[in-house]
């Protein structure tokens, strides 16, 4: 608290704690003069006490609506680093499964009880992990209320979900050769994004962002740098915030290659589709499939599969890693490792309990004398 001068800028913030939550509110300001930054100090203060004595007098009064607090949080929302897409989701399924519920009720009369209804009870068909998202959901929009002073405390009770762990199902490396092989075969117009999947192991929304100037041939490297979503459009980042590199497998170079030479005048690197556009790219992939006798996975199961393939081929966990741009191994422990069986291969292999080559003449003789 107090004022600090940093490269000729003066630096005002005033820290205090919420006499009745207890919550601790900073608020700040940056000038250039040190008189403003006085001036500022003081108008930061009153502001401080103000808002202490709104927050105060809704609190002792208790008549807040819960429809009016998911509009400060919603406002709340936009304050905060977050993809358009999670404040969407925020909205929908709180609108969803709440507003109704709960939006003439006061804030301080939703108790625990009614929540660990809605979600374990109201929202008993839905999966595991949508009851678990709806419980985070809630939990921020009443986290919310008690930093703002809305609330002495959070309702939201603590909730265990037991998770399952199916494997999800993915195509092996002899299937996902078929596959390219037969779009190609047939000049499938997705063959190409297909190829950059399974080679590559990138997000669908990294595919759709990735242009010619990211894409170096010749050292056989792509510096995934944007990432589109239809909320949010072109970013400069990926999921996880970082740049990447990624390296090109041979055959991949050919399909780049073909590539720019029939679209010479696009800044894209993958010809743009209008089921891409759509956002159907699941439903084509899938159908395509079918026609295959393969497995009918969806398209971020094309990055699942060139993990799984990698990790099969032995490749070192980390830089199966870094390449498909996860935060961690435990992902790729918990899930890719198991889906690709490495961590039980060849544990059978000694396994001589019994050897069927053995007396396997006796074995039909006697076979056939116990059917006459």
Known sequence: MGIKEINGKFIVSVYRRHPVTRVPIRMQKVVDTLRKAQMAENELERNLMKRFLEETLITKSSKMKYRALLDKFYESLKDRDLAGATVENYKLCLNAHTLNRWGDKAIDEILPEDIRKLIKVDLADKSKTHQKSMRKYINGVFTYAVEAGLVN??????????????????????????????????????????????????????????????????????????????????????????????????????????LKLKNTDSTFVLPRIQEWEGGRQAEVLRMFLASLGLPQINYHGLRSSWATIMLGRGIPAVKVMRMGGWTSLKTLNDHYLRLSGIEIKGITDDLMLHDPSEKTGELIELHKRSNL
């Open 153 to 258: 405390r959070n309702p939201v009770p603590f909730m265990q979900f037991r998770m399952g762990s199916k494997l999800k199902e993915v195509l092996n490396e002899t299937q996902a050769k078929i596959l390219l092989d037969n779009a190609k075969m047939y000049n499938h117009e997705w063959y190409a994004h297909w190829a950059t999947a399974i080679f590559t192991g990138m997000r669908n929304e990294e595919q759709y962002a990735l242009v010619w100037q990211n894409v170096d041939l010749e050292n056989r490297k792509i510096y995934v740098r944007q990432v589109w979503t239809k909320k949010d459009g072109f970013k400069d980042l990926t999921k996880n915030g970082e740049d990447r590199v990624v390296e090109i497998a041979p055959p991949l170079v050919i399909i780049f290659k073909e």
